[in-house]
């Protein structure tokens, strides 16, 4: 009983594939071996040797038409069956417009044959169920909301084939990838990337991409290109192109005949084999005459056009007409084309099939293929454009009747016949069809495929004025299809365009859903560079259009519009717009708007305050989106924590969080998940001190991003850049940039970057002014989003480098909070390290040696555990300097330690500027030999200095020079400021930590006195005034004057008061004390020389000058002073 049940199972197994089939494989594999490719037949040979171990691969031959690879690869599937493998093929269709999956439904069809042969009958369920999937059967299905199950549905795919091999090694074979569409390639990259552990070999054939071929075709190739073993196949060798002509002819040519058969044909053996009969045995002999000139076509479709050429016309009028059928016809189509039965039909197509043109499918199917698709390439061009068209146009009428009711690929092959066909076609019937086609490649998520089809049917529905509602419907469609594509920039033009007919319609939801496909999905921080006007405009006006009622679209909206809104000063409206969505989710009780809802508070939200709550948050956004099978959100979900886990410095989980984001990417077809993983690789690339690695990404990341993303794709690839240039200790490449990007986003943390940057340059009035902008009397005047803390730290390295003390204090102030974070720049783009080392900055630019020390050894040993190498050695390179400036005798030994380290780090990491950043520092000092022993004299006398050997001192004039490197002998290897030098030498009180309070930046006070500032804003106003009048009266010249008067009294008060409000010293002590002090030491150096050369030598190399100085000896000398 059992028995019977599982026949009758298998039975009706075996009609349903029948019944999805429409294609068999044409013609049977040659019995001949291909001649010249011993080197590639034993090279796949040990591939397929190394996949029976369970070490797979993919491999890719390629070839022009007609060079062998169909060939090559039916003698890989004769060995591979002779060696028990189970094998499966599958062909692109290259006559265009192919349903999706078609090569890997063949390949399906095949394994259910090869299980049904082997009485297996669970792996036929499973086989059977995917070709259902992947050959959907409804009209008119609308693309899903998320393109997770079209991921889904390739996991499903790949997972099969790869039990299918384990339970037997297998090859599969894929002929012509080049015409594979592509959700095929992408099917194929993913299995790819899963072969290395599996018992399984897959061999693809493909042609040269053409320049006009799909880019995302021809990217894709591209890196399956990259992870494949590549067997090119090129033009045979003399020797190989005799043989196959003697096979061909029956007699070995003459070496004269070869040279001229390899000449013209390239040693391409399809032309060898065409013309090789078309000359015949008795041209050989001709071919040896002097001066002879072979009768060989000059090129491809010569040599066609003369195999052609004895078919007789009957023949040829009926391969024309089965050339625009496409490579592969069936009899029924063809006898509709011709207009005669088929009696008539066969005489015509039988000689052709002797002529070895075109050949029958192997079972009795009715259908017929090209032998080659060169015959059906020549054929159909060499037709007249305009009976190319009347029987494109006959084959829509004919095709559309027959397949009215059939949702399989005859759906595709009518859609293309009626576009071919036109203007000879119904236009309104032609766009049915290809909404058709649309529906069906959008129902199996080819959306590459889908986005196509709906383009030329909106074109259609345009021309012939369709109604408006059929416009729309089409537009919203091609929109949503573009978008899962990846095509951005081309989905918002389209969704634009979508609201306007909205508009003219009075659809309000229409309206709605063109304002979300709009706004790109669910949008968040880091997709963005600044908020959209266009989105916010559209978003606002169908918000008035929906209602106030409840719904999920205006929960969808509310949503939307809060995260548009991050990057603008609106926050408290943002706030309150996502409580509002999560609010109305609530009340509709509807789980999976109530997750957009959440998500969209959490990324709207999205600042240094928040951190907690958005952890939570994105667990539960993960959680939740897993049970309704939102994978596009669950993705969302998992990229929002694992940046959320970098900020809290978690290391073990955030590399979990990202393996398993960068796991769900590579099986999800969105762009946008690809470009953030990207992203990340260049970021842990960074921190993992790979620079080289990290700016591959980096540009890896902006060619994935451009497209879908433009403007954010861009400002992230600069975050990343920048980061590794500075790094590098290259900053003068990238400064014109970073003010590019300043003018085009000025309220963004590009204005902190450009600060620290320009004063590290010792660009200080640029570095200046733009700290004055950014911080006031009241602190920092920056968004709070979730650039926020990474600004104000390179806000305070910018105040470390000016020694800008009351900037510096403010923003402590205002980091202290945050002391245990990680600043994170652009959702995880780029690492500034543990916000301690910049705590730490900020209280040494003030002069807190004891917290710049405790906030400096937190950072760096954070940095440290988050295996950040660059910023630790830079949190080094700062640690070192505070202990050198506090100068305990415990902090010099730590020093010295450390300094070994730092070094050895910058090295390893090609960040030397770490190492060489303070002014003038010479070359290490190598002592001779006694020369720690030996004393040395620098004692003042009245208004001379005694300097030198004890027992041959020399005798220098007093100087402010002198006196500096009196002070600093007294110091070994302490840091003292330049300021603290030149009060110290005035006779002023000095601190305990050797900094003179108070005086480090004071300059000579203020440019303007209060009184004076009084009347310059004063005199604006009344300019202001008078500028008003002077316009409302069309007084040219006396609004020029004014508007003159107006930019001199403002430059002049910026430069006095500084644009954060703070008054700007004449000119900065420090600055002065610095270049004071180091030209003073160098001319006592120089002055010693002429008289005690080793000792102006000696301090030559010792002694380091700038804001900081220091007496560093090699080894430690004694000195009577």
């Avoid at 119904?426 to 998520?445: P, S």
């Amino acid at each position: 009983m059992t028995r019977t049940s599982d026949g009758v199972r298998l039975a009706a197994r075996t009609l349903i594939v029948s019944d999805l089939s429409l294609h068999e494989p044409v013609g049977q594999p040659a019995p001949d071996e291909p001649l010249g490719r011993d080197a590639e037949l034993r090279e796949i040979a040990e591939l397929i040797a190394r996949a029976r171990s369970g070490n797979g691969r993919l491999v890719l031959v390629s070839g022009d038409a007609g060079v062998g690879k169909t060939s090559l690869a039916d003698a890989v599937m004769r060995r591979a069956q002779e060696q028990g493998l189970r094998v499966a093929w599958g062909r692109c269709w290259e006559g265009g417009d192919a349903p999706a999956y078609w090569p890997w439904s063949q390949i399906l069809r095949d394994l259910v044959k090869l299980h049904i042969r082997d009485g297996a009958i669970g792996p036929v369920d499973a086989v059977v169920t995917l070709l259902q999937r992947i050959s959907p059967r409804a009209a008119g299905a609308e693309p899903p909301i998320s393109s997770g199950a079209s991921f889904r549905l390739h996991d499903d795919i790949v997972q099969l084939l790869l039990e299918t091999a384990g339970s037997r090694p297998s090859l599969f074979v894929l002929d012509d990838v080049h015409a594979a569409s592509e959700s095929d390639l992408s099917l194929l990259r993913l299995l790819s990337a899963e072969l290395s552990n599996a018992p399984l070999l897959v061999l693809a054939t493909h042609r040269p991409l053409p320049l006009q071929a799909r880019p995302g075709s021809s990217r894709l190739l591209t890196d399956l290109l990259r992870g494949a073993v590549h067997i090119p196949l090129d033009g045979l060798d003399s020797s190989a192109v005799a043989d196959l002509a003697a096979r061909v002819v029956g007699v070995r040519p003459p070496a004269a005949v070869t040279d001229a058969l390899v000449e013209a044909t390239g040693g391409n053996p399809f032309f060898v084999v065409e013309i090789a009969r078309s000359l015949g045995r008795d041209g050989w002999s001709a071919m040896e005459l002097p001066d002879a000139r072979a009768p060989l076509p000059a090129g491809v479709r010569g040599a066609v056009r003369l195999r052609l050429e004895p078919l007789p016309d009957d023949a040829l009028h009926l391969l024309r007409l089965a050339a625009v059928i496409g490579r592969e016809f069936d009899l029924a189509t063809l006898q509709a084309a011709a207009g005669v039965d088929i009696e008539g039909l066969l005489p015509a197509l039988s000689v052709a099939v002797e002529a070895g043109v075109v050949a029958r499918a192997p079972v009795a199917s009715g259908r017929y293929a090209f032998a080659h698709v060169l015959y059906r390439e020549v054929l159909y061009d060499d037709l007249p454009l305009a009976d190319r068209t009347r029987i494109h146009a006959t084959l829509a009428r004919v095709m559309s009747d027959r397949h009215a009711g059939d949702e399989g690929f005859a759906t595709t092959e009518v859609a293309r016949h009626f576009l071919e066909g036109a203007p000879l076609v119904d236009g309104l019937v032609a766009a049915h069809w290809t909404a058709r086609a649309a529906a069906r490649a959008a129902a199996a998520r080819a959306y590459p495929e889908a986005s196509r089809w709906y383009e030329r049917t909106l074109e259609l529905l345009t021309g012939v004025d369709a109604p408006g509602e059929d416009i729309l419907g089409c537009a919203l469609q091609l929109g949503d299809a573009q978008l899962h594509a990846g095509r951005t920039l081309e989905a918002r033009s389209t969704f634009e365009r979508a609201a306007d007919v909205a508009d003219q319609l009075g659809s309000a939801q229409g309206f709605a859903m063109a304002a979300l496909g709009r706004a790109c999905g669910l949008g968040g921080y880091g997709y963005v560079a600044d908020a959209d006007p266009v989105v916010i405009d559209l978003l606002e006006r169908a918000l008035l259009r929906v209602g106030e009622e409840d719904s999920p679209t205006r929960a969808r909206l509310l949503g939307r519009l809060a995260v548009e809104l991050y990057y603008s000063d609106q926050v408290s409206r943002r706030r309150a717009l996502a409580d509002e969505a999560v609010a109305v989710a609530s009340r509709l009780e509807d789980p999976a708007t109530g997750l957009i809802a959440s998500y969209s508070r959490l990324v709207a939200g999205h600042g240094p305050d928040d951190v907690g709550a958005r952890l939570e948050g994105s667990r539960a956004i993960i959680a939740g989106a897993h049970a309704v099978h939102d994978d596009e959100l669950e993705l969302r979900g998992r990229h929002l924590r694992l940046v959320t886990l970098l900020e809290l410095g978690d290391v073990g989980e955030a590399e979990a969080e990202i393996r398993r984001f960068a796991q769900a990417v590579r099986r999800s077809p969105r762009p946008l998940s690809h470009w953030q993983l990207a992203v990340l690789d260049a970021a842990r690339a960074f921190t993992a001190g790979r620079f080289d690695d990290a700016e591959e990404h980096a540009h890896t990341a902006l060619a994935l991003g451009d497209a879908v993303l433009g403007t954010a794709a861009r400002v992230v690839f600069g975050v990343q850049v920048c980061m590794l240039r500075w790094a590098q200790g290259r900053i003068d490449e990238i400064l014109p940039a970073i003010r590019l990007y300043l003018e085009e986003f000025p309220g963004s943390a590009w204005a902190g970057a450009l600060s620290f940057m320009e004063a590290q340059r010792g660009h200080v009035d640029h570095a200046r002014t733009h700290v004055e902008r950014l911080i006031g009397h009241d602190g920092a005047r920056v968004a709070r989003d979730g650039n926020w803390l990474v600004t104000l730290c390179m806000l305070t390295m910018a105040c470390w480098e000016l020694g800008d003390e009351q900037g510096a204090a403010l923003l402590r102030r205002e980091l202290s909070p945050y002391a245990d974070q990680i600043a994170i720049a652009n959702a995880g783009a780029a690492s500034f390290g543990s916000v301690s080392v910049f705590l730490g900055l900020a209280a040494s630019a003030t002069g807190d040696l004891d917290a710049a020390e405790r906030y400096l050894g937190a950072g760096l040993a954070r940095n440290r555990a988050v295996g950040d190498r660059p910023l630790t050695a830079w949190a080094l390179h700062h640690y070192v300097r505070v202990l050198r400036r506090r100068g305990l005798p415990t902090d010099l030994v730590r020093a010295a330690e450390m300094e070994h380290e730092l070094r050895a780090s910058a090295a390893a990491l090609g960040m030397a500027w770490l190492t060489e950043d303070r002014a003038d520092d010479p070359p290490a000092e190598t002592p001779d030999a006694g020369e720690e022993a030996a004393q040395l004299v620098f004692r003042r006398e009245g208004e001379y200095w005694v300097v030198g050997r004890p027992d041959g001192p020399a005798r220098l004039r007093d100087s402010a020079g002198m006196r500096y490197l009196h002070r600093l002998l007294q110091e070994p290897s302490r840091e003292l400021h330049a300021l603290d030098l030149v009060t110290s030498n005035a006779g002023q009180r000095v601190s305990a930590d050797g900094l003179t309070r108070g005086t480090h930046d004071t300059g000579t006070g203020p440019i303007l006195d209060e009184r004076a500032k009084h009347e310059y804003r004063q005199r604006l106003r009344d300019l202001q005034e008078d500028l008003q009048e002077a316009e409302d009266h069309h007084d040219l010249e006396r609004a020029a004057s004014c508007r003159a008067e107006i930019e001199a009294l403002t430059t002049e008060l910026v430069r006095a008061v500084g644009l954060g409000g703070r008054d700007r010293p004449s000119s900065s002590a420090t600055e002065r004390a610095r270049i004071s002090v180091t030209k003073a030491i160098r001319r006592a150096i120089q002055g010693i020389g002429p008289h005690l050369p080793e000792v102006a030598d000696h301090l030559q190399r010792s002694t380091r000058t700038g804001t900081y100085c220091s007496y560093e000896p090699a080894q430690p000398r004694t000195w009577l002073l």
